[in-house]
């Protein structure tokens, strides 16, 4: 979740502005705040001459093994290299503050500042820290800004042993479209979704592309109705997500407004229509329901009425939605951060005393095969142990995670089953693309493909067995046929 935190504030375009705290836990004591701080910019990246990894083993000791988690700290380096922390969040089973990561930070007399055109410049960065098991390890988090207008993030690979993950498709297998080789607006996506006529409708953070036989369509503020940003009127806003129902109306949201396009007419709901809120995620059934997922309870829209299931009126075990499927037996299926529940008709199941994988990790997502097995995307605070599993017709459970399966992290953003070619396609967070062929796995990344980001927020497989994926740095298709 902390990725996408980093993905929200890059959008509020802390470009060539003052130093602004990224993170939630805030420092007030730095003297150069007063100037202007480029995010990560340079030629040559601000940076310690120490090799931070190795210097924070030696100054970090005493970890409790009890520590575990990831903490993300600003730090604001000016042109002379004089650095100081700005903010900060920690995502930690145990409080970090023993060990004084400001004050380390701050001691430090090797920084380096950022370069552009042969210029010192000040700078903001990002260091990350991951605890395991009483060790740290220590890195840049470096945010790529070649395209500062546009902004992407390619992201580093986070593997172990990374020459035993294999790609063994042609190079020509991977197409990438950007702002650079298409009308695509905005390489930063996170939706993408094809209706039941295979059109492609690929949402980024400045627009829609329609893609009908390789012919792109650019859909934006000018010729509908995508609300446009606050800070910029010529900019609409982020397409958050996307689904297609089953009477092939196409719905996309922003966060907060929700448009629904029947291919002749658009119609917008906002809250003052509706009963729409901050939404993350969207889901439609087969009987035509539309669900949204926020922090308010599950928005469902029926096709004629708006209503809002939460903790107050239903047995939700928090308000705060992070997955909704419905099966074929009707059963709808819920995932909170504090639990999952299933509605079967008055009955309602909570799985916290189970021995269910859903006892211990949030469902983001499902779908059920031809078979009747039901596949669930899994969420869990670190670490992530298992990521993705299937509910099989005989109500046993099967995992498949790093112990049983060659993938590098369990970190599943998305998944698509493809049924007709016998694949498993998964997004893993901070790696790329895992594919399984019925007999092994491959993985494909930025650094043995041409797969353009870390950061895959969605698949989707049209009927050729092609797999489309929005990216944080443009539209990836894998093709297959």
């Known amino acids: 979740m902390t990725n996408q935190i980093l993905t929200i504030l ?100 090797d920084w380096k500042p950022a370069i552009s055109n042969g210029k010192p410049q000040n700078a903001t960065i990002i260091l990350e820290f991951i605890f395991d098991n009483g060790k740290v390890e220590t890195k840049y988090k470096r945010v790529d800004t070649k395209n500062q207008s546009n902004m992407k993030s390619v992201g580093s690979v986070e593997i172990n042993r990374k020459d035993k993950y294999k790609n063994k498709l042609d190079p020509s297998s991977f197409e990438v479209f950007t702002s650079q080789n298409s009308i695509i607006p905005w390489d930063m996506s996170r939706a993408i979704i094809i209706d039941k006529n295979g059109i492609v409708w690929y949402g980024t953070d400045n627009g829609i592309v329609k893609i009908t036989d390789h012919k792109m369509e650019l859909i934006n503020q000018s010729n509908s109705p995508l609300r446009v940003t606050k800070y910029n009127k010529n900019q609409a806003n982020s ?119 859903l006892a211990t990790s949030t469902l983001t997502k499902g779908y059920e095969d031809n078979d009747g097995n039901i596949w ?52 893993l967070n901070r790696v790329g693309i895992s594919m399984f062929d019925g007999q092994t796995w491959q993985t494909f990344t930025p650094e043995n493909s041409n797969v353009p980001s870390t950061y895959i927020q969605r698949i989707k497989i049209d009927e050729n067995g092609n797999l489309w994926c929005a990216t944080f740095a443009g539209l990836l298709k894998i093709k297959m046929e």
């Open 376 to 427: 669930f995307s899994l969420y869990e605070k670190f670490p992530q142990t298992k990521g993705f599993a299937k509910f099989k017709r005989d109500g046993t459970w099967e995992i498949i995670n790093t112990e049983n399966a060659d993938i590098p992290r369990n970190d599943v953003l998305d998944f698509a089953i493809d049924e007709k070619n016998n694949r498993i396609w998964l997004s």
């Open 239 to 357: 397409i958050m997500d996307a689904v297609v129902d089953n009477q092939n109306n196409k719905w996309f949201s922003d966060g907060y407004n929700a448009y629904k396009f029947d291919d002749k007419n658009w119609t917008v709901y906002d809250s003052l229509n509706s009963k729409m809120r901050w939404s993350t995620t969207i889901y439609a059934d087969k009987s035509n329901n539309v669900y949204f997922t926020t922090f308010g309870g599950l928005v469902i829209y029926d096709g004629h009425n708006w209503s809002v299931m939460d903790s107050i009126n239903s047995k939700l075990p928090s308000n705060r939605v992070m997955g909704v499927f419905k099966d074929s037996k009707n059963r709808l299926w819920i995932g909170t951060n504090r639990g999952n529940i299933r509605i079967d008709g008055q009955n309602v199941e909570d799985f916290k005393n189970t021995t269910s994988p």
């Open 10 to 109: 890059l959008l509020l375009t802390f470009f060539n502005s003052k130093a602004q705290n990224l993170f939630s836990e805030k420092f007030d004591d730095c003297h150069q705040t007063n100037f202007s701080f480029c995010l990560d910019c340079g030629e040559i990246k601000a940076q310690s001459e120490s090799d931070v990894n190795e210097y924070f083993k030696k100054e970090l000791t005493n970890i409790s093994p009890k520590l575990k988690g990831q903490v993300l700290v600003q730090v604001i380096v000016d042109s002379i290299g004089m650095q100081c922390v700005k903010s900060m969040q920690a995502k930690t089973t145990k409080s970090v503050k023993k060990l004084n990561l400001k004050d380390k930070i701050n001691s430090m007399t």
